[in-house]
């Protein structure tokens, strides 16, 4: 046989490859990395504790010198120790907030664009009705009635906890995650292969489960990444208003930060601003980055080679 | 026959890919003069569309074009751009297999033809208009100074078809390149296109080069033929002639595998076609051929002249000899 | 003339869709299958010709009951498909496969070769090896076994269209509808594929719908053949007698209009012209639906439906003025 003889490149391989060539990507995932090792280390790599001053006082406002590399805040905390505990506490709420959405909005849009019809219309009206509301007012009125509602607090926590915060933010990701999958499937729906499994008298489920997931994992992947940032920043916002996770009493996030340092911009204090927002920012790029880079890999129109 | 007004010589294309050099054209020679239909054929991977999309300065920069295309006396190879986009649907044109996608889904069809006039002529936007009306007349299209108002969408594929061949020959080009022009077609309406190219060449003069796979279009339709395979013309000639006696062992091979009346078997022709990221060093065709032997894979045979035919078979003599059967 | 494995009896599929007529939404009826019958003989060929709009896709699909019939039947081994419920279709399923046009789409790019010709045993809960019976199947049409575990990019259109025939060929059915298997191929690739498919039907006794519209194929291949036009047959016959005399006009346009690989032929042939494209199917015309193209049109034509009637060579056709 005349062909070329490589050794099977199964379509997972290929989308590797094709990600590895995005070098943006790669070096995202590097930094990304090693933030996460520095924040998972934390009781070793941080220098304070959450709430610990660096010296007796004078220590507020101190600018970054050697026993506070990144300065020190209003009460003499360590900013570069408050911010590994902060980022920690953002990646945390990022990422179980975005496992949620997916976890639903998988299922709902799944559904949605495969039974079609009445469920689907409902479905869609619904996330256009949230879609359409300006995403801060929508935000704290959703607050004010999740956590209005008594017989939920058992699951979501209480209002100013990182839970309730989680499953706040989560509550507005499924309906992204939702649209992204429900149109993967319809536009798997009619392709010639599903058919084939419905001629072979292939049940639905077997259909959703065995073609439609696993033809979806590219736009699932890259939804998951953009909520993430999604959330982070969405956390970021509410502390902000002031509606974070329990502050004071030992929980920091990057809200809390980029909030605290509200005032200390017209003072001059530029390290309580800065340090917080480049870590945001920082940690969005690299996300995005992934995420633009996943999107390429597992475009499905290049599972057909070259 | 007069002088040509396309001629191709030693054209080679190769492509830039992650796994290397992709040689799509390896040394081809055409030509094609005023009035004259020719075919080329080949199956995919044959390179046919790439000759020409080569021809036209198509390709994406990273093809690498060596060679010669001289139209009219002019070299295009290496040209200007600029020079190129002027020529492009003035002195030479090209059709494609989708109609589609030489639309613009919102512009109406008698503004993209106008668009066509009036981008290589200087032409006012009612002359225009009226030639493009008279076009449309001449391609076929029923009521066309109504529909020259309408959008492609609202057109079926045959009429698409009719209307990209308007916007191809609209400024008198001497060569007209067709990519496949029926194949997305019903039969019937291959017919009626088939017969809209026929006319057009007979009105205007213009060279047809009519690209495909399908060599009952080309027994129907063109004078003389290519056949291409693995990036190189294998056989051309006079089309009665290459069809009554052929004798490049894939011709051959291709036209006993058509079905035919009262066929028991079809033979097809077994194997693959060459891996073009290392081409062979001999004959393309070697590994499938029933006729092969060890000189033929040792040099890449040359077209050579062969009764009224050309061919690149060095044992032609003798296949067409031995009675090996063909229709 | 053996026993008939399937019948079909004045099928009809309507399809409703919304089209926008100016600012307004207006449901319109595309009458796909208008009333069309047929029967397949066992271990027959039935070929199904007919260009864009006929309907021989929809037609392919309501066999395999993919889509539910607006009215009329499918008999399959003499069961109504219509009236069996989910399960029972299921376990008739391994009775009746498809292979489809288009090999890049009828495999899932994600799974294996193997795992996609294992899928019907797999669904069908067959027990036992499947790794044996997916080598058997791919030496049976000419792949290799260590294919198994490649996907479907890497192998060649022609390759993957066996793959496709492997796979309908897993459950060991009696009847196969090949819906324009061959079309995506190159020419001499086209030909292998065919003649797998004779060989098949020699050795296992199959019976096949062959759907196409490249009539030389066709004629190679069938026993007898239907025209389609516009979802209904103008004429049906053994294959000798629909292309050498043909009755219908259609027929005779559509031959006509097929280009034969012989120049002299070509040249002497008396062609005819269709003028126009053929109608919509949301609008056919009333009476006759060719009337529109047809040379021969008259009053009675557009007032009066012909009927598919027995011609004096042998096959049916429906035409006030047969050739």
């Not at chain 1, 033809?215 to 890259?222: A, C, D, E, L, W």
């Not at chain 2, 080329?40 to 920069?61: D, I, Q, R």
């Not at chain 3, 040249?267 to 053929?278: F, N």
Request: hydrophobic share 45%.
């Amino acid at each position: 046989m005349s062909e070329i003889e490589l050794p099977t490149l199964s379509p997972r391989r290929m989308a590797l490859r094709r990600f590895v060539g995005h070098k943006a990507a790669v070096a995202s995932c590097v930094v990304l990395g090693l933030l996460v090792l520095v924040v998972i280390l934390s009781p070793l790599t941080a220098r304070y504790g959450v709430n610990e001053s660096v010296r007796k006082p004078p220590n507020s406002f101190l600018p970054p010198q050697k026993i506070a590399w990144f300065g020190t805040d209003d009460i003499g905390r360590d900013i570069y120790s408050r911010l590994i505990y902060g980022i920690r506490v953002s990646l945390i709420i990022g990422l179980f907030s975005a496992i949620i959405a997916v976890a639903v909005g998988c299922v709902v849009g799944a559904v949605a664009g495969f039974r079609g019809g009445f469920f689907d219309d409902v479905v869609m009206r619904v996330t256009d009705l949230f879609l359409a509301f300006p995403f801060l007012v929508a935000l704290l009125v959703v607050r004010q009635t999740l956590g209005a509602l008594s017989w939920l607090t058992p699951l979501v926590g209480d209002m100013s906890s990182v839970r309730f915060i989680i499953f706040l933010l989560a509550f507005f990701g499924w309906m992204t995650v939702a649209r992204i999958v429900r149109g993967q499937v319809l536009s798997l729906k009619e392709r010639e292969f599903i058919e084939a499994a419905r001629a072979v008298g292939a049940s639905r489920r077997y259909i959703i489960l065995r073609h439609l997931v696993p033809n979806s994992i590219g736009p699932i992947m890259v939804a998951l990444t953009f909520s993430v940032v999604g959330a982070i920043i969405g956390e970021a916002t509410l502390a902000f208003f002031g509606y974070g996770p329990q502050a004071g009493a030992g929980t920091t996030s990057l809200g809390i930060l980029v909030q605290a340092a509200k005032g200390a911009v017209q003072s001059g204090f530029w390290w309580m601003v800065v340090f917080p927002c480049a870590a945001l920012v920082i940690i969005s790029l690299c996300i995005n980055f992934i995420g633009d880079a996943l999107r390429d890999a597992t475009d499905p129109r290049l599972d057909m080679g070259h | 026959m007069s002088d040509p007004v396309l001629l191709i010589r030693d054209l080679r294309v190769t492509f830039d890919t992650p796994l290397g050099e992709l040689h799509a054209v390896r040394g081809v020679d055409f030509d094609v003069s005023s009035g004259e239909l020719i075919g080329v054929v080949g199956e995919s991977g044959s390179g046919k569309s790439v000759t020409f999309l080569a021809a036209m300065g198509l390709l994406p920069p990273r093809a690498k074009v060596t060679g010669s295309v001289i139209l009219d006396g002019e070299e295009l190879i290496g040209a200007n751009p600029r020079r190129l986009r002027s020529i492009r649907g003035r002195l030479m044109s090209m059709i494609f297999q989708d109609p589609l996608s030489a639309l613009n889904p919102v512009h109406r069809i008698g503004d993209q033809i106008s668009e066509m006039l009036q981008s290589h002529q200087k032409i006012s936007n009612r002359d225009a208009a009226t030639k493009s009306v008279e076009l449309l007349d001449l391609v076929g299209i029923p009521q066309p100074g109504d529909r020259a108002r309408q959008y492609p969408h609202e057109f079926s594929g045959g009429m698409r078809q009719r209307v990209v061949i308007a916007m191809a020959i609209a400024n008198n080009p001497k060569v007209l390149i067709a990519d496949e022009p029926t194949t997305a077609l019903d039969v019937t309406v291959q017919a009626q296109i088939l017969e809209v190219i026929q006319r057009v060449q007979e009105k205007f003069g213009t060279a047809v080069v009519l690209i495909t796979h399908d060599l009952g279009v080309i027994a129907r339709v063109a004078s003389r033929v290519n056949v291409m395979y693995a990036g190189r013309n294998v056989e051309s000639g006079i089309v009665d002639s290459l069809f009554d006696h052929p004798s490049h062992p894939y011709t051959r091979g291709l036209l006993n595998s058509l079905p035919r009346v009262g066929s028991e078997r079809l033979e097809p022709i077994t194997g693959f076609p060459p891996n073009m990221l290392r081409p062979p060093i001999g004959c393309g065709f070697s590994p499938r051929c029933q006729f092969s032997q060890p000189a033929c894979d040792a040099k890449l045979p040359e077209l050579r002249s062969f009764g009224d035919l050309q061919t690149a078979c060095i044992r032609a003599e003798e296949i067409v000899v031995s009675g090996a059967p063909v229709r | 003339m053996s026993e008939p494995i399937l019948q079909v009896h004045q099928l009809v599929k309507n399809f409703e869709i919304r089209a926008s007529r100016g600012a307004r939404k207006v449901k319109r009826v595309v009458q796909a299958v208008s009333g069309v019958s047929f029967t397949v003989s066992k271990g027959q060929t039935l070929g199904i010709v007919g260009e864009s709009g006929s309907g021989k896709t929809t037609v392919a699909r309501l066999i395999m009951q993919l889509c539910a019939p607006t009215s009329g039947s499918v008999t399959f081994e003499g069961r109504d498909l219509a009236a069996l419920k989910f399960e029972e279709m299921r376990q008739l399923r391994r009775r009746i496969q498809i292979v489809f046009q288009d090999p890049f789409a009828s495999l899932d790019p994600k799974m294996t070769v193997g795992a996609s010709i294992a899928e019907p045993l797999v669904v069908q809960r067959e027990p036992g090896n499947h790794e044996e019976r997916v080598t058997e199947l791919l030496n049976l049409v000419g792949l290799a076994p260590d294919h198994a575990r490649r996907f479907p990019h890497e192998f060649s259109g022609g390759q993957r269209q066996r793959v496709g025939i492997a796979r309908a060929l897993a459950l060991n059915p009696a009847l196969i509808v090949l819906d324009e298997p061959v079309s995506a191929l190159d020419v001499s690739i086209q030909a292998g594929v065919i003649n797998l498919f004779d060989d098949l039907q020699k050795r296992l006794g199959m019976s096949y719908v062959f759907i196409a519209h490249d009539l030389s194929v066709v004629r190679h291949i069938a026993d007898q053949v239907a025209v389609m036009y516009l979802g209904k047959i103008v004429e049906i016959g053994p294959k000798q007698t629909v292309y050498e005399h043909p009755t219908h006009p259609y027929t005779v346009a559509l031959l006509s209009a097929v280009p034969v690989p012989n120049p002299s032929v070509e040249r002497a042939r008396q062609r005819i012209m269709l003028e126009g494209e053929v109608p919509s199917p949301v609008n056919p015309p009333s009476g006759c639906r060719f009337r529109t193209r047809c040379w021969k049109a008259t009053d009675l034509c557009a007032q009066e439906e012909p009927r598919l009637v027995q011609r004096p060579t042998g096959q049916l056709s429906a035409c006030h003025f047969p050739e």
